[in-house]
């Protein structure tokens, strides 16, 4: 297992930005394929993208390609969701989530979580 700490939440203005950042502690952080994940009011938890342990594959929900970036940095065992041109539907809490793949949309396909963290985009 291996633990998750979100933070970089926040309130910004449509068409800011804002970089999250999960911090891993616990088993080899490097091994693991790492997630983002949103969750709305009302709403279903949504994909947001994923990141291979090696950095080489990377993926992303449709609604959010071109304006987010995924990345990690396993010496320091985090990894980041760098967001761009918000809109007011990104407004959702955020989380990081590890995986034996990068290749599944699922959040069950991921079995470490963080608590989340609060992205508000204000029109």
């Known amino acids: 297992q291996v633990q998750l700490v979100e933070s970089g939440g926040g309130l910004v203005q449509a068409g800011g930005s804002l970089r999250l950042s999960c911090a891993a502690s616990g088993r080899a952080f490097s091994t693991y394929a790492m997630a983002w994940f949103r969750q709305a009011p009302g709403k279903e938890r949504e994909f947001v993208a994923a990141i291979s342990w090696n950095r080489v594959y990377t993926d992303y929900a449709d609604s959010v390609k071109a304006r987010f970036a995924i990345s990690r940095d396993n010496a320091k065992n985090t990894v980041y969701l760098q967001m761009s041109s918000l809109k007011p539907e990104d407004t959702a809490v955020y989380y990081c989530?590890?995986?034996?793949?990068?290749?599944?949309?699922?959040?069950?396909?991921?079995?470490?979580w963080g608590q989340g963290t609060q992205v508000t985009v204000s029109s």
């Open positions: 989530a590890a995986g034996s793949s990068p290749y599944g949309r699922r959040w069950g396909d991921f079995g470490s």
